[in-house]
């Protein structure tokens, strides 16, 4: 262990050996027992600090801020109310559903568009045709001779 990496390990944990990690413990207490001059700072800075934390108190909270702050959250009935209940929800079911009936709709009028009934009769033939004697690609030309 270097001091290098004492002092970070003193800076992360602090001075109390305790506290540090127990892989690194006894390379610490080595180089510790060496008296190495930055080695002692390291610790000595590491001790004056804990003494500054220890002695730290957090004052408890004001009733008055309590009271506050309970007064400002959500009351439980509109953080328990169910999704079916809360305004808008219905709103991008429905936007879903209609962007399906748009692309349906898109389709069945390309098709009827770009695609003319081949019928011998006078008659065009049906879409709801269930022989399979005409059916709308049934006069389309063969491309792969060409």
Sequence with gaps: ???ER???L???YGAMPEHWPLAERAEAKALLAQHDPAVLAALAEARSLDLV???HDV???ES???RRILASAPSA???QAPSWKRPNWWISGAGLVGVGVAGIAAGVLAISLTAPFSGSGATPPSLFDQTGESTVFSNASDWSDQ
Excluded: H, W
């Design 1 to 3: 262990m270097t001091p």
């Design 6 to 8: 004492f002092r970070r």
């Design 10 to 12: 003193t800076e992360a």
């Design 53 to 55: 934390l220890s002695r």
């Design 59 to 61: 004052a408890a909270p």
């Design 64 to 66: 008055d801020l309590i």
């Design 77 to 79: 009935s509109l953080r």
